[in-house]
């Protein structure tokens, strides 16, 4: 099988920003939604990351059963440190999801067609490519409520 140590360098890097910030501003801030609509708090995005992480490449890619709720997602509250650990755990996990497979390889699932993600068929570099969109693109997130989050504390 092909070494996925890059893939999960990548993945790793994108969520000690994440939690980074999360620490970096404390459980208190970290779990405050900015005052905008619609808006997440740290916690909760960081939350649906590892819950995106864990359903793609458990679920989709390895054919492991997640047990998923996204709605609640959103609104998960807990301490960085304690979403420190369940990330490190699940490393540990998406390591050994990814030892049976390759790149080219179909994924074991198919998320359902109402499911948000890409509209098409994906090999397995296909669903770790969405996985880092999904990071790449939450991770700035995190960094603008962060920013939000700042700047209404200091007024």
């Known amino acids: 099988m092909q070494d996925q140590n890059e893939y999960l360098y990548f993945l790793r890097r994108a969520f000690d ?5 999360l620490e970096d501003l404390g459980d208190d801030l970290g779990n405050t939604r900015p005052p905008l609509p619609g808006a997440n708090s ?15 490449t458990g679920h989709v890619v390895a ?7 996204r709605a609640s997602e959103f609104t998960a509250t807990g301490r960085g440190s304690d979403l420190r650990e369940q990330v490190d755990a699940l490393f540990a996990q998406l390591e050994a999801d990814l030892a049976t497979v390759t790149p080219a390889s179909r ?16 090999s397995v570099a296909g669903v ?27 007024s």
């Open 107 to 122: 994924p074991r699932n198919t998320p359902p067609a109402d499911f948000e993600g890409p509209d098409r068929p994906l």
């Open 17 to 21: 920003g994440m939690l980074g910030v």
């Open 42 to 56: 740290v916690y909760a995005i960081a939350y649906h990351c590892a819950a995106v992480a864990d359903y793609w």
């Open 128 to 154: 770790q490519l969405h996985v880092l969109e999904e990071l790449a693109q939450h991770h700035g997130q995190i960094q603008i409520t962060r920013d939000l989050l700042q700047q209404g504390a200091s």
């Open 63 to 69: 054919g492991r059963a997640v047990d998923r709720d």
